[in-house]
Every structure is written in structure tokens, then in C-alpha cells.
């Protein structure tokens, strides 16, 4: 695909919280235009990233508002508003909808363990609740289950909002599959950094990144070198960046990348629980890889 409708470099924000754990808008704002400024092309706003089980419905639309302001149309705002309640969902897709963002993305219900006729219902409801185009999310290793590359090429065929799929199965002949099987003008984007440069050889068009907090250009510089064929720089980027993608991962995310913003001297407070800030051990390997890679 030449030119993907979101670009090729996403970045899923985190969310900005103040030192008693209440939304920092202004930061959220500020990150955006950060993020924008090192590279992202577009936003997901309270994602798994973003903390999103922890952001109520009402603190999720203010952050919606925030980062739409802020971006002011110079790039696309994916907001997260898929739940494990496809009322829930179908309800605050609609709220979430009428402040003007770009697209939704909606989660596998998680914890439900819905069967894959289930998942189609689910997500054929929240699609067809609102007017704007919808990214699926496959992430079994929080949802437990996996939405199977028949399900996503049903869903991609029958619903024409309808039109990516953030795949994080790590499943890559799950993923060639729905490349292979998909309508025309449906994407599918890597959820793991670590896995972008393979997915994009068997035909992914991007990333929905977390590294890029910290290591935009150069993530962005990795997706430009896969896409035009220069394999040895992308595979040189990808090498380069590995230590980066595993570090942030060393824990539950979004705790280290909300440490690497803080390293890198751009504070957004810690998560709410039941996250909690790294160990000392974790940040200092962390410090290291940041510093290895002259981003500190």
C-alpha cells in the first residue's frame, strides 16, 4: 500500500497523569505535539499504553478533547474505545465519535473469552455504531483469547468502516494470512515493536509503536527503510533498536516507557494501580540501554 490511510509510524500514547494521579492535560497536549514533532504520523490516545483500564469513560473524553486540540487535524487521533461490553462499547463509541476524532480502535473483550462468532458480533456492533473507521485490536496475550485471521478477514469483508487490524498475536503465519486474504485498503499493523520489521516483510504497512516515545526518528526512520526496500538500513535500525524494545517490556507496560520519558527529561507522572513504578534494577537497565543508544 502506498500511502496507509494513518501512516506508517503510530505511536500509542501514554497517558499524562499529575503527582496525585489525576489527568495532567496539559501534558497529554504537549506529549502529543512531542510525539508529532519526532516523527509519529498519528495518535492512539488511551490505549493499552494510555492506560485505559484505569481512565474512566468521562476521564478518557476529556483526554480525547485534550489531544484532539492539541493536534489541531496536523495528524489522525485513533481513540481507544472498545471494552469487554459491546453495550458499553457500542454506547461510548458514539460519545467518543462526536468530538471529531479521526478513527476508533476497539480491544478484543478481554476476560469475557467470547467465542470467535462473538468477537464478529461484537465488533460488527461498535463498527456499525459510528460513521468513522474503526481498527480492530488482537492482543491474546492480555485478552486471553485471539481473534483468528477468519474472524478479522470476515469482519474486514463485511463491515467497510472496517479498515486495519493492530495484530500483536506474534503469530506471523496468523498475520501473512490476513495480509493475503484482505480486501483492498485493509491494513494491518504491528502492536510490537519488536516484531515490525518481520511483519512488514510479509506485507504489514506500519507500526502502532510504543518505542517511538523515545526513539521516534529512528522508528520512523526503520518503517521508511522497510517500505522502500532498503532492507540493510531497515534490518541495521532494527538491530540498533532491539535492546530499546525489549528494555521497555523488561515489565508490565506502560511502566518503562513512562521511565524512559522521565530519563529523557519529559516527566508524565507514574501509573495508576495496580501498576507501580520500576524497580531501581529496571530503570538502571533501562538508564543503560538509553544511553547506549545516545537518547539520554
Do not use: W
Not at 495508576?272 to 545516545?294: D, N, Y
Amino acid at each position: 500500500m502506498a500511502q496507509p490511510r494513518f501512516g506508517r509510524l503510530i505511536t500509542a500514547m501514554v497517558t499524562p497523569f499529575d503527582r496525585d494521579l489525576q489527568l495532567d492535560l496539559d501534558r497529554a497536549a504537549q506529549l502529543a505535539d512531542r510525539l508529532l514533532d519526532q516523527g509519529s504520523q498519528a495518535l492512539v490516545v488511551c490505549g493499552t499504553t494510555g492506560e485505559s483500564p484505569t481512565v474512566f469513560y468521562d476521564q478518557k473524553l476529556e483526554l480525547f478533547r485534550a489531544v484532539i486540540d492539541s493536534v489541531s487535524g496536523r495528524a489522525p487521533v485513533i481513540a481507544n474505545a472498545g471494552d469487554n461490553s459491546t453495550a458499553d462499547s457500542v454506547e461510548f463509541a458514539r460519545k467518543v465519535e462526536s468530538l471529531g476524532v479521526d478513527a476508533i480502535m476497539a480491544v478484543v473483550p478481554y476476560y469475557n473469552k467470547p467465542p470467535q462468532e462473538g468477537l464478529y458480533r461484537h465488533f460488527r456492533a461498535v463498527a456499525e455504531a459510528v460513521d468513522v473507521p474503526v481498527v480492530l485490536y488482537n492482543i491474546p496475550g492480555r485478552c486471553v483469547i485471539n481473534m483468528t485471521a477468519e474472524t478479522t478477514l470476515r469482519l474486514a469483508r463485511d463491515v467497510p468502516n472496517i479498515v486495519a487490524v493492530k495484530e500483536a498475536s506474534g503469530n506471523l503465519g496468523q498475520i501473512a494470512e490476513i495480509v493475503s486474504g484482505a480486501p483492498d485498503g485493509f491494513e494491518v499493523l504491528s502492536g510490537d515493536d519488536e516484531m515490525t520489521l518481520p511483519m512488514m516483510g510479509v506485507g504489514c504497512t506500519g507500526v502502532i509503536s510504543v518505542a517511538s516515545h523515545v526513539a521516534g526518528p529512528r522508528v520512523r526512520e526503520m518503517v521508511d527503510a522497510a517500505r522502500s526496500g532498503d532492507h540493510t538500513k531497515a534490518l541495521s535500525l532494527h538491530l540498533q533498536l532491539l535492546p530499546l524494545f525489549k528494555a521497555l517490556f523488561i515489565t508490565s507496560n506502560p511502566i518503562m516507557v513512562k521511565d524512559a520519558l522521565a530519563q529523557c527529561g519529559f516527566t508524565v507522572g507514574e501509573c495508576r494501580l495496580p501498576l507501580v513504578p520500576p524497580t531501581a534494577e529496571q530503570s538502571a537497565e533501562l538508564g543503560r540501554v538509553l544511553a547506549h543508544l545516545h537518547l539520554i
